[in-house]
């Protein structure tokens, strides 16, 4: 094996690592923006609106797709590189991530859509009582 071979397969284990560490990186980037259990969890609102008004705002992954989306970026390309000895375990954490800013992001949504609808419920339960 000539030296440039060596330098060459040097390099390339050194870029996979480099991907790996990217990937990870990138994951526990993704992971500390996703909102706390405890800021989805509790509320000291004072009514429902209060309440699901607090529950869409701590819903909101922040900066966690963008992080998410640089990790796969990384996997990808280590991935097509054949850099990675074992990246079952990168593939995994990706997938549980992505599922979990999924599910987050469809209860932002379902809380929206509440937000939208309780007040007006509100409404016409009161202007119901004024008719009797």
């Known amino acids: 094996m000539s ?7 040097e390099l ?3 870029a ?4 790996r560490a990217d990937v990870e990186g990138s ?3 993704a992971r500390e923006a996703l909102p706390e259990a405890g800021a989805v969890w509790e509320t000291d609102a004072d009514n429902t609106l209060g309440v699901l008004n607090g529950l869409k705002t701590a819903l909101d992954v922040g900066d966690a797709e963008e992080a998410l989306r640089d990790a ?4 990808t390309m280590g991935k097509r590189a054949d850099a990675f000895e074992d990246a079952d375990d990168l593939e995994a ?9 999924a599910d987050i992001e ?5 809380v ?5 609808t309780i007040p007006a419920i509100k409404n016409a339960l009161e202007d119901a009582d004024e008719d009797e």
């Not at 030296?3 to 397969?9: K, N, P, S, V």
């Open 72 to 75: 796969k970026k990384w996997y």
């Open 93 to 101: 954490a990706i997938t549980e991530v992505e599922e979990l800013i």
């Open 12 to 14: 390339f284990d050194e």
């Open 27 to 29: 994951l526990e980037q």
């Open 112 to 116: 929206g859509d509440l937000t939208g």
């Open 3 to 9: 030296q440039a071979t060596f330098d060459d397969d």
């Open 106 to 110: 469809a209860a932002h949504e379902a």
């Open 16 to 19: 996979a690592t480099d991907m």
